[in-house]
């Protein structure tokens, strides 16, 4: 199940935030790592010191591991899993609304631009006759 479970993973780029995010999450909770994340950074009572510093380097490992060498450098010095999450989200989550304003600009520009296109080849057609 391990195994399986990575083989379906993908390591996070700088435009694959939104389908690495929740992948990521359930990589986390199957392996039983989503404790720092879910207690946003704080150490429940249940668990001793050192348990929680163990499980603490364990998620920071695993959400490391899926993060390609284009992005690591920015969270390469983050100790606590929970920064480290946060950090991502920040930087990758933050700017969804942005980039799909870009997007659609983008989308807009292209089509008058193929309409703009379009009517010229037929406007230059139909003045040859």
């Known amino acids: 199940m391990d195994k399986s479970s990575s083989d379906t993973m993908i ?3 700088s435009t694959n935030y939104n389908m690495w995010k929740p992948r990521m999450e359930d990589l986390l909770n199957l392996r039983d790592l989503a404790d720092p994340l879910d207690n946003n950074g704080v ?3 249940k668990k ?3 348990e929680w510093t ?3 380097r364990k998620t ?3 959400i490391r591991q ?3 060498h284009s992005v690591f450098h920015h969270v390469a010095q983050e100790q606590s899993a929970y920064t480290l999450w946060e950090k991502l989200g920040s930087m990758y989550q933050a700017k969804t609304a942005r980039n799909k304003t870009l997007l659609m600009r983008r989308l807009v520009n ?3 631009l193929e309409k703009s296109l379009f009517a010229a080849v037929i406007l230059s057609y139909l003045l040859r006759f």
Do not use: R, S
């Open 60 to 62: 920071v490992a695993q």
């Open 43 to 45: 150490k429940p009572g």
């Open 54 to 56: 163990k499980m603490n």
């Open 110 to 112: 292209h089509t008058l």
């Open 11 to 13: 390591a996070l780029t």
């Open 48 to 50: 001793t010191d050192e």
């Open 66 to 68: 899926w993060i390609d």
